[in-house]
């Protein structure tokens, strides 16, 4: 991919960098994008390769800013009897000021 702002000394159009992770299902999972101006950082593709690998094996979701060990969060359409039985070690439901009881935390 060619970035048209960006142009070398001899006033070439410099590259852009992308990066697509695919799923087994052959799907496009996520897609960075990195102008010439901008660095990769390759600990937030390992950490957004994790959660995309977490997610797929439980119905959880990563909040931002998420390292691997960190607490994820059980999906709304998760019942609690469900997620009793999915996640045997527990979880714990966040007190909201709403006092809706749908934000629960667990580990895998």
């Known amino acids: 991919m060619v970035d ?13 960098r992308a990066l697509h992770i695919v799923g087994p299902d052959k799907k496009i999972k996520l897609s960075f994008l990195y102008p010439a101006s901008t660095g990769r950082n ?7 390769l994790q959660s995309l690998q977490k997610a797929s094996m439980f119905k959880i979701a990563t909040p931002a800013n998420w390292k691997p060990r ?7 359409s998760v019942t609690d009897e469900q997620a009793k039985e999915m ?7 966040v ?4 006092n809706k ?8």
């Open 87 to 93: 996640f045997p070690a527990g979880y714990q439901t």
């Open 42 to 48: 390759m600990d937030e593709v390992l950490r957004a």
């Open 4 to 16: 048209p702002d960006e142009k070398d000394s001899s006033g070439n159009p410099v590259p852009s």
């Open 95 to 98: 007190d909201l000021p709403s």
């Open 70 to 76: 960190d607490p994820v969060v059980i999906s709304p």
């Open 101 to 108: 009881k749908y934000l629960r935390l667990t580990n895998v």
